[in-house]
């Protein structure tokens, strides 16, 4: 019955269509398959490591060699892992333009820190302004908000974001979840903002 299953299993059949030509459990499938794809699966580590040692010997200059020489034979996987053991990434930080992340991370405090000058430099209601990362931009009418302007600091030209600026008020973190909760709640006062 192992060599059945065996057989069937190469050539493609299910788990349901061997229980249904042979007339056997499921568990008795998987218990010979089991120690089958054990087996099959060191010989597969076996042939990739002599493959890998192969290769290093031969190792071809470019990712482009690499391919032509090796993309049939391998998996997408080993593939990678080559490319990532191997091949230095073209794109970081050698192709012309490429800007570093710490670059953005600069630009968008330093457009914050515009923003909240521009608004008073310090919340509103309670004149909180140690940490920038706390003030926050709240729009006094929901309905004449065109954008969120903490996540369009990065893209909009400054005109842009002036004139949403001006649709706001400046506030901590803690006094704007107090106007949410009031506005949720429904008796949001004009002497609050």
């Not at 490591?49 to 060699?65: A, G, Q, V, Y």
């Not at 570093?100 to 991370?105: D, M, S, T, V």
Request: proline residues 2%; glycine residues 6%; positive net charge.
């Amino acid at each position: 019955m192992k060599l059945e299953i065996i057989k069937l299993y190469n050539m493609g059949f299910t788990y349901s269509r061997i229980k249904k030509e042979l007339g056997c459990s499921k568990g008795t499938i998987s218990y010979h398959l089991s120690k089958f794809k054990k087996n099959e699966k060191l010989i597969k580590e076996q042939l990739m490591e002599e493959l890998i040692e192969h290769i290093k010997l031969n190792l071809p200059k470019t990712r482009s060699e690499f391919d032509s020489l090796y993309g049939e034979k391998l998996t997408h996987k080993e593939r990678k892992f080559f490319y990532d053991s191997f091949y230095k990434k073209e794109y970081k930080g050698t192709r012309k333009g490429y800007v570093p992340k710490e670059y953005y991370r600069k630009k968008r405090l330093e457009m914050k820190q515009e923003c909240v000058n521009y608004k008073g430099g310090q919340c509103e209601i309670c004149g909180y302004k140690k940490s920038l990362s706390a003030l926050q931009f709240h729009h006094i009418d929901p309905e004449k908000k065109d954008f969120e302007v903490g996540g369009a600091i990065s893209y909009k030209k400054r005109p842009l974001i002036w004139a949403e600026l001006d649709k706001c008020i400046l506030v901590c973190a803690n006094c704007h979840a107090e106007i949410h909760e009031k506005q949720r709640e429904g008796s949001l006062t004009t002497d609050l903002i």
